[in-house]
Each structure stands twice: as structure tokens, then as C-alpha cells.
């Protein structure tokens, strides 16, 4: 398994960008999955992006489709997402997670990271 820290959250006004990163420990990285999640204040987790083991295969939550890119390296053991556009209901803290498939539900997944904060002002 691997232990998976997040990074790259913070404030940004509507329209801007920000670029997450999920950095992994642990030498069996690129063979897991990968996927993000995140979770307003109130909300349930819910998903945002995920990608295959070899970067081949991504899958997008609908309203994040075109704004939002996932990508991994696994040579640096860390997975990103872009994220352009932004909206104030892209509002969250946003969770990488490591699984077996790039599934869209969160149970599918065996290790979390603690989360970053991403704040987007109207």
C-alpha cells in the first residue's frame, strides 16, 4: 500500500486555475489507480477524476468535464489534477486515493490522503 500526501490547494477568484498534487510513498505506485475526490461543507465525498495505472485510461465527474485534467507520473510517484475554469461550487477539500480500479466509487479505494483545501471566490 501506499501512504499519499496532497499538496497545491489554496484561494483563487473564479476563472482562475490551480494544479493539485498527490505525492505517494512506497515502490508499488504505478501499479495502483488513481482517484480524486472531494467534499464540501455539508456535502457527501463525492467523485472528480480518476486514472489507470498507465495514465492510458481517465474517467471525469460531468461538471468538471473540459476544465479539469488528471495525470500521473509514475517515474515521481505523484498524480496531479488540473483544474481551469474554476467555479465557486468547485469549493471542497479535495482527497487522493489509491485503488485497484479507476472506479467512480469512493469504496473502491484503499488509501486516502488527508486532503487540501481549495477555496474559489465569486
Known amino acids: 500500500q501506499v501512504q499519499l500526501v496532497e499538496s497545491g490547494g489554496g484561494l483563487v477568484q473564479a476563472g482562475g486555475s490551480l494544479r493539485l498534487s498527490c505525492a505517494a510513498s512506497?515502490?508499488?505506485?504505478?501499479?495502483?489507480?488513481m482517484g480524486w475526490f472531494r467534499q464540501a461543507p455539508g456535502k457527501e465525498r463525492e467523485f472528480v477524476a480518476a486514472i489507470s495505472w498507465s495514465g492510458a485510461g481517465t474517467q471525469y465527474l460531468d461538471s468538471v468535464k473540459g476544465r479539469f485534467t488528471i495525470s500521473r507520473d509514475n517515474a515521481k510517484n505523484t498524480v496531479y489534477l488540473q483544474m481551469n475554469s474554476l467555479k465557486p461550487e468547485d469549493t471542497a477539500v479535495y482527497y487522493c486515493?489509491?485503488?485497484?480500479?479507476?472506479?467512480?466509487?469512493?469504496?473502491?479505494?484503499?488509501?486516502w490522503g488527508q486532503g487540501t483545501q481549495v477555496t474559489v471566490s465569486s
Open positions: 512506497g515502490r508499488t505506485f504505478s501499479s495502483y489507480a
Open positions: 486515493a489509491a485503488g485497484f480500479d479507476p472506479a467512480e466509487i469512493s469504496s473502491r479505494y484503499f488509501n
